[in-house]
């Protein structure tokens, strides 16, 4: 089990989360589920309906589709959050590399945070927005690479 220090400080890590105050950081922390998962466990599958995001409070995730890995996800990172936002299926699969211990944030709770204070909004845009100037950014660097 976490301390109500170690979820302030693991929901604090979250780009979306980190300029909001304190004593609403400690809200939205207390209301998130703490989850066990074992070694090579799914915690989502690629297609499936979406409705939380993710903090990796131990252990590793990877973010794959198929066999390919898109990402690996370790302490303190989050994952799982496109589907909270856009309710559309899942685009990738989670799968444990090690035993994980997560908080999960449901949209209805991120919802429910957004009412309570707005401002989470305009983080929640600011970070996707950083997130598609990084994709772009790679994607003219391949494109360059091949010219």
């Known amino acids: 089990m976490l301390t109500s220090v170690d979820r302030l400080l693991f929901v604090r890590?979250?780009?979306?989360?980190?300029?909001?105050r304190d004593d609403f950081i400690v809200r939205l922390a207390s209301v998130m589920d703490e989850l066990s998962f074992?070694?090579?466990y799914a915690i989502f599958?690629?297609?499936?309906?979406g409705r939380s995001l993710?903090?990796?409070?131990?252990?590793?995730?990877?973010?794959?589709?198929g066999e390919q890995q898109l990402a690996e996800v370790d302490k303190g990172?989050?994952?799982?959050e496109m589907a909270v936002f856009d309710t559309q299926p899942r685009s990738a699969s989670a799968t444990t590399?090690?035993?994980?211990?997560c908080?999960?944030?449901?949209?209805?709770?991120?919802?429910?945070?957004?009412e309570e204070t707005p401002e989470i909004a305009v983080n929640i845009i600011r970070e996707l927005s950083r997130i598609?100037?990084?994709?772009?950014?790679?994607i003219n660097v391949s494109a360059s690479r091949r010219h």
Not at 13 to 20: A, N, S, T
Not at 45 to 49: C, L, P, S
Not at 54 to 65: E, P, T
């Open 13 to 20: 890590r979250v780009p979306i989360f980190k300029e909001l």
């Open 38 to 40: 074992p070694a090579n």
């Open 45 to 49: 599958k690629q297609g499936e309906e």
């Open 54 to 65: 993710y903090i990796v409070a131990s252990g590793r995730v990877k973010v794959h589709i």
């Open 77 to 80: 990172k989050y994952f799982g």
């Open 97 to 101: 590399l090690e035993p994980c211990e």
């Open 103 to 114: 908080l999960e944030l449901t949209q209805e709770q991120l919802y429910d945070a957004i």
């Open 132 to 138: 598609i100037r990084r994709l772009n950014d790679n």
